[in-house]
């Protein structure tokens, strides 16, 4: 069973930064790609940023030039490192990853739990 697993969440100030990271565990065989969505209350799930098999990432527009997501490999994991936060980045945080485990050989979509991020001062 795979789990995708979050942490650093939290509450910040305006202009404030924060880490957060994601760990894709369990019968983890092959990854294709990690990253980050993010869903504000009555908005829909939006990406934030995507790191792609070939390292290229991809961001939202609303958060480039102040995130940068990056992905150990050899890990498993995935971290996104976010700065000049505003009011709104105030959202729950999903890690994603479209992988392959070891009990089902075939590429498929999977979801963390979510972390809260919340800027406010």
């Known amino acids: 069973q795979v789990q995708l697993v979050e942490s650093g969440g939290g509450l910040v100030q305006p202009g404030g930064s924060l880490t957060l990271s994601c760990v894709a565990s369990?019968?983890?065989?092959?990854?294709?790609?990690m990253g980050w969505y993010r869903q504000a209350p009555g908005k829909q799930r939006e990406l934030v940023a995507i790191?792609?098999?070939?390292?290229?990432?991809n961001y939202g527009d609303s958060v480039k030039g102040r995130f940068t997501i990056s992905r150990d490999h050899a890990r498993n994991t995935v971290s996104l490192q976010m700065n000049s936060l505003n009011s709104d980045d105030t959202a729950v945080y999903y890690c994603?990853?479209?992988?392959?485990?070891?009990?089902?050989?075939?590429?498929?979509?999977?979801w963390g739990q979510g972390t809260q991020v919340t800027v406010s001062s």
């Open positions: 994603y990853s479209r992988l392959m485990s070891r009990t089902h050989i075939a590429f498929s979509n999977f």
């Open positions: 369990g019968t983890v065989y092959k990854i294709h790609n």
């Open positions: 790191a792609q098999s070939d390292g290229i990432p």
